[in-house]
């Protein structure tokens, strides 16, 4: 059994390569620092800034893809083109790891375009600069076996070494709980962020709770917003009813509707404070 | 100066008139009763019942009114029924306080069927049975002057005895401010909750705090949905902005839209979890 003990001295670390030095490849660097010696790939041209903020090497692609593990921090719709520029340069029996909002799609593509003799594991972290930033110990990660065998040894890593809370799943259970999970956070924040209210003083709790909601997500690129929304399959469904439902609300609650507000939330009559 | 000092015996306590049996009025109770002899009044049948599980008195509206402090614990659609009810009953000098979710006509149909010789405070506290269930010390109330200058004495005790933030405003600057904090979150927590979700294991921190808040209003009264989001003069162009950004993002996201996706979201292409 492969095991991840305390951080050792830098010389010994396993080499990784990380591929993408944008917001969540850079909020993954102090966390992977201590366990890895890390080579940091970007076409960026402030990568050398960055690779020196954190203490880690700049590299190119082929450096980095060389390393015995290899992390893609990209959006999807970068994920094939990543995938293909790194293929001609990873080593028979490297450990390539994803960490993409959705897995049908960016670990099929994966295996289209990675070579055989390496292996592949699927990672969601559940999380991300802002839910993360005062630590990641507790929150949760999502595992799915891409190929090969090692994704017992990535979650391993990510229980003992950074302390996540663990999921394995397969790429279509995960995409269909995101959906929801991202698809109607998301869809909720940015619907109340447009609104562009000004900030009250006199708040409930579960106005403070749903503000937090909204602050935790309104940093989210407009990219993983797309992810999130448009190219998960099954958050179409999800966005149309909540449309939908939206619509039904506004129908009921229009001056000259007689039906009740809602079904089911018939309440005591007395009783009045939020 | 009045004070509030630590609870004293039963007989030395002075009287309060507790008009409303229902969630709010029964939630009340253990936080009021160390201070008060309370005499318990609502026309539901199982009036003994709550006054007994509570160790106060059941009382008529009459036994009720003309306590020396009297406290309506009832929805806004029937504060001016209950105000006319208490008034032939109601002693000079008496402070009556509401605790209405809205302030500005509550008030005045409290200022017009109330006899002269009486003293009003509008209250809302800005939580419930469910935020409020693991105490309410740190929590935050709005207090309105109505009639007469006590409003400092009941800040005082909402502050010192209870340990309420208090918050004094205008009854127009609170029910505007509430058409945001409460119309809001009631339209969000309504809308999610009508898509009958289930629950899934994989969740993002901000999914679960979202959750919180629709828990948080899930099980508030329909009376309270319709005060909030109907009887509060200042929610309408809210809702209406909230339903017409909805229909502006459902644009947005249709496949043939050629728009991007929500304006000034223009983020980072590379860091891709949330």
Redesign the interface.
């Known amino acids: 059994m492969t095991t991840f003990p305390a951080p050792v001295d830098e010389p010994s670390r396993p080499g990784l390569g990380l591929v993408?030095?944008?917001?969540?490849?850079?909020?993954c660097l102090p966390h992977l620092r201590p366990f890895f010696r890390i080579h940091l790939a970007?076409p960026?041209p402030d990568l050398g800034e960055i690779a020196a903020r954190h203490g880690v090497r700049a590299a190119s692609l082929a450096e980095a893809a060389a390393q015995p593990f290899v992390l893609l921090?990209?959006?999807?719709a970068?994920i094939a083109a990543t995938g293909a520029a790194i293929a001609p340069h990873l080593r028979p029996g490297t450990l390539v790891v994803d960490?993409?909002?959705l897995k049908l799609e960016p670990l099929r593509l994966l295996r289209a375009v990675l070579p055989a003799s390496v292996e592949l594991v699927g990672t969601?972290?559940?999380?991300?600069?802002n839910?993360g930033r005062h630590g990641i110990a507790g929150?949760?990660v999502?595992v799915c076996p891409g190929r090969g065998g090692r994704h017992r040894l990535v979650e391993r890593f990510l229980e003992r070494a950074l302390g996540l809370t663990v999921?394995r799943?397969t790429a279509e259970a995960?995409d269909r709980?995101?959906a929801?999970?991202?698809g109607?956070?998301?869809?909720?924040?940015?619907?109340?962020d447009?609104?562009d209210?000004?900030r009250?003083?006199?708040?409930?709790?579960?106005?403070e709770?749903?503000m937090?909601?909204v602050e935790?997500?309104r940093?989210?690129?407009?990219?993983?917003?797309?992810?999130?929304?448009?190219e998960n399959p099954f958050v179409a469904p999800?966005?149309e009813?909540?449309?939908a439902?939206?619509?039904?609300?506004?129908a009921r609650?229009s001056p000259g509707s007689s039906a009740?507000?809602?079904p089911g939330?018939?309440?005591?009559?007395?009783?009045?404070?939020?």
Chains 1, 2 share one sequence.
């Open positions: 993408g030095a944008g917001a969540f490849g850079g909020f970007d960026r921090a990209v959006p999807v970068q960490t993409c909002s969601h972290p559940l999380f991300g600069p839910s929150l949760r999502t999921i799943s995960h709980e995101m929801q999970v991202q109607l956070t998301h869809l909720v924040a940015r619907l109340v447009s609104l209210l000004p009250p003083s006199q708040t409930t709790p579960s106005f709770q749903l937090r909601a935790a997500v940093d989210d690129s407009e990219a993983l917003f797309r992810t999130i929304t448009q999800l966005t009813r909540f449309f439902t939206a619509r039904e609300m506004q609650m009740g507000c809602l939330t018939a309440g005591e009559a007395v009783g009045d404070a939020a």
